[in-house]
């Protein structure tokens, strides 16, 4: 194919130029959260170490870990945190990637979703590489932490953080324009957890509670996840991974409607 003669030689496709900043920003977030704080990788794994330890010791006490059918309670509830930590780290990553990455909207190149995509991509490398050293402990201290079926861990883990960068988009633009929603993201985070069934198996609810509880898309995935570690799991009835990637489709399109809506004042905050 002869070249375009009306282009400059040496000119970059748009594509080329988005890449070039998504890699420059990529490297830029990454030396930020593993080099800039000495704990952060501490706080990363001590965080779900110390829920595990919490749990295990007040589910032991009471006896709780009967309740999970056909799966051992402490790779169960490692596999939910983790799980959770995905989604809830890309959600509040995302809330504060746009003012984190003000003064680079000098430059026309970079758009206000680029840090968010980044961020978000960042977060699933980093949580991957956690779950990992995880899966790799506990199968070191005796722990049924190898999945039974690998393809449904991962397809169930590419769907969480999926609906983590979902829920980014959206907060990130909310946030940013809206200070106070923010705060409030943050105050929900705990009851999130309870109600996603990530300490406490949803199976021991009654049925018209999760009638409403599973309109949260968290479960579906949470659950499949625990499926591809123990076969025989028998998870939440209604459990549905169309469900949650309709729900995560739709969070994505509405995000980034938002981000083109409101790229302005996204800029000028």
Known sequence: MADNPTAPRGARSSWQVTRSVWYAMFMREAISRTMADRMGWFWMIFEPVAMVAIMVGIRSFIRGDQLVVNAEFIPWLISGLMGFYLVREGMMQGMGAVNG????????????????LVRSFLEGALRSF???????????????????????VMAAWFSLWSLGLGLGL????????????????????????????????????????????????????????????????????????????????????????????????????
């Open 101 to 116: 990455n003000k003064a680079l909207f000098a430059y026309r190149q970079v758009q206000p979703v680029d840090p968010v």
């Open 170 to 269: 959206i907060t990130s633009v909310a946030a940013t324009l809206v200070p106070e929603i923010g705060r409030v993201i943050r105050m929900i985070s705990l009851p999130l957890l309870i109600i996603s069934g990530v300490i406490l198996p949803l199976n021991s609810l009654p049925h018209w509670l999760l009638e409403y509880l599973m309109l949260n898309p968290i479960p579906h995935g949470l659950e499949t996840l625990r499926l591809g570690f123990f076969e025989n799991y028998h998870v939440v009835p209604g459990t549905s991974m169309l469900y949650l990637w309709l729900f995560t489709l739709s969070l994505i399109a509405v995000g980034l409607l938002m981000h083109l809506r409101f790229i302005d004042r996204l800029k000028a905050s």
């Open 130 to 152: 956690v779950f990992l050293i995880f899966i790799s402990g506990g199968l070191m201290l005796g722990q049924d932490m190898y999945p039974d079926n690998a393809i449904r």
